[in-house]
Nanobody, 115 residues
Framework: QVQLVESGGGLVQPGGSLRLSCAASGSIFSPNTMGWYRQAPGKQRELVADITSSGSTNYAESVKGRVTISRDNAKNTVYLQMNSLKPENTAVYYC?????????WGQGTQVAVSS
């Protein structure tokens, strides 16, 4: 019923920026929370940031000041602006939607930070 499609990943040099997008389609109920998670090689999937349908944001401590999450409810789209990227930020970034105790995930988009 719900599909999440990420885009915007790619290769970027250290210190560079990327803007990820995730478009949701299907039966999307409110209230809900959309967010971004990442999984680096050999590590557990971890929260980067999320945002409720009312606009409340939550960031991992490690990314505060370097990332900004936003959403367009009319477009059912969530964005993640990432600045000052570091090699350790290399990971697959996944879009997530939480609604009515259910979790939906996108396929992931690769972010590689390397010189």
């Amino acid at each position: 019923q719900v599909q999440l499609v990420e885009s915007g990943g790619g290769l970027v040099q250290p210190g560079g920026s990327l803007r990820l997008s995730c478009a949701a389609s299907g039966s999307i109920f409110s209230p809900n929370t959309m967010g971004w998670y990442r999984q680096a090689p050999g590590k557990q999937r971890e929260l980067v940031a999320d945002i409720t349908s009312s606009g409340s944001t939550n960031y991992a401590e490690s990314v505060k000041g370097r990332v900004t999450i936003s959403r367009d409810n009319a477009k059912n789209t969530v964005y993640l602006q990432m600045n000052s990227l570091k090699p350790e930020n290399t990971a697959v970034y996944y879009c997530n939607l939480k609604v009515i105790a259910l979790n939906f995930w996108g396929q992931g988009t690769q972010v590689a930070v390397s010189s």
